[in-house]
């Protein structure tokens, strides 16, 4: 099994880029986690899914970002337009059972906005 | 709601030494608790977990926790202590209804030769 895998692992982008991250769960996964790591904030869940559907957005910060999960293999956390605060490690998480919260986490994506 | 506070921001030991890590929960019922680590430039692995039953827990690396309601703790231990567990760790606490977990602020081990 590959895990969880992310990509891109590193990027470095303007202030008001679009920026995509991608996650591809563990396959059979039915619930997929989208959390933010920061010095100030530590680790913050941002959004869930379960079975492809949005669970909780309340994590979400502002309408500058949009995750979607079109299927059960992949997933996207988006920000348009990027801020430089919104700089960060961006990790994807999986898991297997709809309540067993035993998340598998990918290596994650840092993120730096200029 | 559920919250989980991490006392230790940064601790030092020697190698061969003992490790207990703090973790403090707030949750209404009988929380699902956790406890991962994360090395430099990684995810979080999952070391061990409480669902029920046994409140002592046995995971990898030769760690365990135990589960204390009385003081809603989830102490993470380790009897001896390896350079290579130098690391972040994570408390983390979910609710059997729900697939979120809330994390701690962490703790950093740093490990002296």
């Known amino acids: 099994d590959a895990g969880v895998i992310q990509s891109p692992r590193h990027e470095v982008t303007e202030m008001g880029q679009e920026v995509t991250l991608r996650c591809k769960p563990i396959?059979?996964?039915?619930?997929l986690f989208w959390y933010r790591q920061t010095m100030m904030r530590g680790l913050e869940l941002l959004i869930y899914?379960?079975?492809?559907?949005?669970?909780?957005d309340s994590g979400m910060p502002e309408d500058r970002f949009s995750a979607k999960m079109p299927n059960a293999s992949f997933s996207t956390l988006k920000i348009q337009p990027s801020e430089p605060r919104d700089s960060a490690v961006y990790f994807c998480?999986?898991?297997?059972?709809?309540?067993?919260?035993?998340?598998?986490f990918g290596a994650g994506s840092r993120l730096t906005v200029l | 709601a559920q919250s989980v506070t991490q006392p230790d921001i940064h601790i030092t030991v020697s190698e061969g030494a003992s490790l207990e890590l703090r973790c403090n929960y707030s949750?209404?019922?009988?929380?699902?608790l956790f406890w991962y680590v994360q090395s430099p430039g990684q995810g979080l692995q999952l070391l061990l977990k409480?669902?029920?039953?046994?409140?002592l827990v046995q995971g990898i690396k030769g760690f365990e926790a135990e589960f204390k309601r009385s003081q809603s703790s989830f102490n993470l231990r380790k009897p001896s202590v390896h350079w290579s567990d130098a690391a972040e760790y994570f408390c983390?606490?979910?609710?059997?209804?729900?697939?979120?977990?809330?994390f701690g602020t962490g703790t950093r081990l740093q490990v002296f030769p």
């Open positions: 998480a999986s898991s297997p059972t709809s309540g067993a919260n035993v998340l598998t």
């Open positions: 396959s059979g996964h039915n619930s």
């Open positions: 899914f379960n079975n492809n559907v949005p669970i909780d």
């Open positions: 949750y209404g019922a009988t929380p699902y």
């Open positions: 409480y669902f029920s039953g046994d409140t």
């Open positions: 983390a606490v979910g609710a059997g209804n729900t697939d979120k977990l809330i």
